[in-house]
């Protein structure tokens, strides 16, 4: 008897150690020649320097804790193996998962390994950390990953996966960050996710899940931000799968086909800071119960099915910067308590059927820039919304306003830096005003399908000097002779067409007359007296900042500079446009990896490549080395994500689009659309810029161009330098319109400071002893309002080549 008992206890004690027995008997030299044999199935891109493991070979076979991209324990055995943003091609097919017990992190990403993730990943207990984001894994997400209990970070994104979430994850009780955005994922939300009840960060976007959203999910309590973009949604947002989340700061829902009503408890969400259901299928009313979202900067509820009227409790969102509810079903007036929303810059309620009078308390919104109230029934006139300090865009057409054209749009100091006018479709009446040439910014106006009457006045010719590039003065009661001067020159006849009193001079066009001195010598003294006045001015600048950089030599302050090995590891690919329908591993699929036959042309610190893709889409790629570059400012993940941000959600007609960046070893990829014809060097240097490039087209380019810069200096928050115009970064449309691009180097300037760094840039473009002037420069162009001076000789010049003179 007692024999059996010391038995049995000899074997319990045997199969409490087989663990360790496991454990001790892989050493770390069968770890090593593992490591070695996995190694051979890689290859480096085409685009990235030589593989950095050459510490993983047979003569380092007993020094494997002291290799790249590896860490150990204290017994050294691995426990860590980073091999993020190496750029190169691999697979998991010949990693052996069972020699790794220890490994606690598992870094991949930002290379392009290939293949599936295999199911004996599952072998790897200890693990906490797994990424594999940005490669282009295929397959299904291995049910065995749930076997990792303490796993607390996942990150799958950007790659192609398919199928299901396992079920399995509900097992990962110690989970806080699931990344799965921009796969291929066709199933539902598994209800055992609701078991993840330390799960602060959900990233589903951009994928094809389906289905209703569990109610498991109202479990999740301490999540902080929910991401479901672009997906297949559908169903209700429930209350009791709302209330729960308290801790929501970013709740992020568009493009999906979510339904019924927005429901009143997501007023308890009181940490919300981003609110967007913006294009599904809600319906009811906006619940009076968002006015509790006290911390929100963005609402967008627009492109959905809403009815009533706009709770007058939005009025208390004193921090809101973004409100959208265009393209719904509203009813009702817009409420007085929009006036107290005094952080809101952009105000969108068209496409609706708001009714009443437009409020005069929206002149007290002084940091709008864009309010668009086109598309409904308002009635009465335009009220006097002066309060504005620096509005962009003013779009009231297709309403029932009446009254003439009130003259404070005109003669109003924040108003003469509007870009769109829009008063179409309205029943506006009296003359069109002369004070319209007093909008100097001006790119559209749009006048036409009121009842405007009178002759248009000789004072618009004025215009000439502006930037405008489309005007619209069709089906209105104009009278008079058809106006031939100035902007009208080339008129389209659809800009006119519908105005039966206007008449054509037989004997030709007609000269313009105007209130000023119409010679030729005095357009030659404006000309001369701006740019002496300029030239004295540039001069002070000068002198006063290479005065501060003689100072400033004796500081011995220097720009932080950054590793990249430091810093720009980490970072994940971030397509950041809602609108685009493609991930970054399409396209380096597209170019090859980046194959030379891609390349459309180089820069100072990198080269540009063109991706088609499968779609049908084409996008230029841009490759910054920021190796090679020493003013890359020292700042971490989160800033460099925010100036991306910032820059993608820049719209001008004379900017390119950005739509989002990846960064991987020694290099930052931008994403810009392309334009086919090219850049202006192309067009000066090459055999088009010998007939097509001629005076009138290369003005037009010269105010295309000047029109960005000044919306980028004075029009963007914070304001942005490029620092890198050249004509190989100017691009132009079929027509010639100019696009400023490469925003590569772009420097966002806090208003308050007075940031200084080195020259940026291509500095091949340059003399070397032009650097210095160039710097002085860039300071000048920081400090002062230098664009002002820019436009108005450029303004005279225009008058001085009205008589051939150029």
């Not at 910054?624 to 994500?641: E, G, M």
Request: with cysteine; charged share 15%; hydrophobic share 40%.
């Amino acid at each position: 008897m007692q024999l059996k008992t010391m038995t049995f206890h000899y074997i319990l004690l045997l199969l409490f150690a087989l663990p360790l027995i496991k454990t001790t008997s892989i050493s770390p030299r069968k770890q090593a020649e593992s490591l070695i044999k996995w190694k051979a199935g890689f290859s480096p891109s085409s685009s990235s320097p030589p593989l950095l493991l050459h510490s993983w070979s047979l003569t380092n076979v007993n020094s494997l804790c002291n290799s790249t991209a590896i860490a150990c324990t204290k017994t050294n055995t691995v426990s860590k193996i980073d091999l993020s943003n190496m750029q190169m091609y691999g697979t998991l097919a010949h990693f052996d998962f069972s020699l790794f017990p220890n490994l606690t992190h598992f870094n991949l990403s930002g290379n392009y390994f290939r293949g599936p993730i295999p199911s004996a990943i599952g072998n790897l207990s200890r693990l906490t950390t797994l990424d594999l984001g940005n490669n282009q894994f295929s397959g299904p997400i291995p049910d065995s990953i749930g076997l990792i209990s303490g796993l607390q970070y996942i990150d799958l994104s950007l790659n192609v996966l398919e199928g299901k979430i396992p079920p399995s994850t509900g097992k990962l009780r110690e989970l806080h960050y699931l990344d799965l955005l921009g796969n291929s994922l066709n199933s539902s939300i598994p209800s055992e996710l609701g078991l993840c009840t330390n799960l602060t960060y959900l990233f589903l976007s951009f994928n094809k899940l389906n289905g209703e959203l569990p109610m498991s999910l109202s479990n999740l309590k301490n999540l902080v931000e929910l991401r479901l973009a672009n997906n297949l949604f559908i169903g209700q947002i429930l209350p009791s799968l709302v209330s729960n989340w308290t801790k929501l700061v970013y709740l992020y829902l568009p493009k999906n086909s979510f339904s019924g009503t927005i429901s009143a408890e997501i007023g308890q969400l009181t940490q919300l800071q981003y609110l967007n259901l913006y294009s599904n299928k809600f319906s009811g009313k906006i619940p009076q119960s968002l006015g509790k979202l006290t911390q929100l900067h963005v609402l967008d509820l627009s492109d959905n099915h809403l009815t009533g009227e706009i709770p007058q409790s939005l009025g208390k969102l004193t921090q809101l910067k973004l409100l959208y509810l265009s393209d719904n079903h509203l009813t009702g007036e817009i409420p007085q308590s929009l006036g107290k929303l005094t952080q809101l810059k952009l105000l969108y309620l068209s496409d609706n059927h708001l009714t009443g009078e437009i409020p005069q308390s929206l002149g007290n919104l002084s940091r709008l820039k864009r309010l668009d109230l086109s598309a409904n029934n308002f009635t009465g006139v335009i009220p006097r919304i002066s309060g504005m300090l620096d509005p962009k865009l003013l779009s009231l057409s297709n309403n029932n306003l009446t009254g003439v054209i009130p003259s404070f749009l005109f003669l109003t100091v924040g108003l003469t830096g509007l870009e769109y006018l829009n008063l179409s479709s309205n029943s506006l009446s009296g003359a069109i005003p002369s004070e319209l040439r007093m909008l100097t910014e001006l790119d559209v106006f749009n006048a036409s399908h009121n009842h405007l009457s009178g002759e248009i006045q000789s004072a618009l010719a004025n215009l000439l000097t502006l930037n405008i590039r489309m005007y619209d003065f069709s089906y209105n009661n104009l009278t008079g002779p058809f106006p031939t001067c100035g902007i009208f020159n080339n008129v389209p006849t659809s800009a006119f067409v519908g105005n039966h009193g206007l008449w054509s001079h037989a004997e030709g066009p007609t000269e313009c007359k105007s209130s000023s001195t119409n010679s030729k010598s005095a357009k030659k003294n404006i000309v001369s007296v701006f740019l002496y006045s300029f030239l004295g001015f540039t001069v002070g600048a000068i002198s006063i900042a290479a005065l501060f950089l003689m100072f400033g030599k004796r500081s011995t302050i220097r720009p932080q500079v950054v590793k990249t090995s430091q810093n720009f590891e980490n970072f994940e690919a971030m397509i950041l446009q809602e609108e685009v329908k493609f991930t970054f591993a399409e396209v380096v699929k597209a170019v090859d990896d980046f194959h030379e036959k891609y390349c459309i042309g180089k820069g100072g610190f990198g080269k540009v490549y063109k991706a088609e893709l499968q779609s049908g889409q084409v996008v230029a790629v841009k490759r910054l080395n920021t190796d090679d570059s020493y003013d890359v400012p020292a700042i971490n993940l989160q800033s460099f994500q925010n100036e991306i941000r910032t820059l993608t959600t820049i719209r001008h007609r004379n900017i390119i689009r950005l739509y989002g960046f990846s960064t991987r070893k020694g290099c930052i990829f931008l994403l810009y659309e392309y334009l086919e014809r090219g850049s202006l060097g192309k067009a000066l240097y090459g055999v088009e810029g010998v007939t097509e490039l001629g005076w009138p087209t290369r003005v037009k380019i010269v105010q295309g161009l000047a029109c960005a810069l000044s919306y980028l200096h004075h029009d963007c928050s914070p304001p942005i330098v490029h620092r890198d115009v050249t004509v190989n970064n100017v691009l132009l449309e079929q027509d010639f319109e100019p696009r400023l691009s490469d925003f590569g180097t772009a420097k966002l300037l806090s208003i308050d400071s007075s940031n200084w760094t080195n020259i940026v840039g291509s500095l091949g473009y340059m003399a070397p002893g032009n650097v210095k002037i160039l710097m002085l420069c860039n300071f000048v162009l920081s400090f002062v309002e230098l664009t002002y001076f820019v436009l108005f000789i450029r303004r005279a010049c225009i008058y001085y080549a009205s008589d051939g003179q150029v």
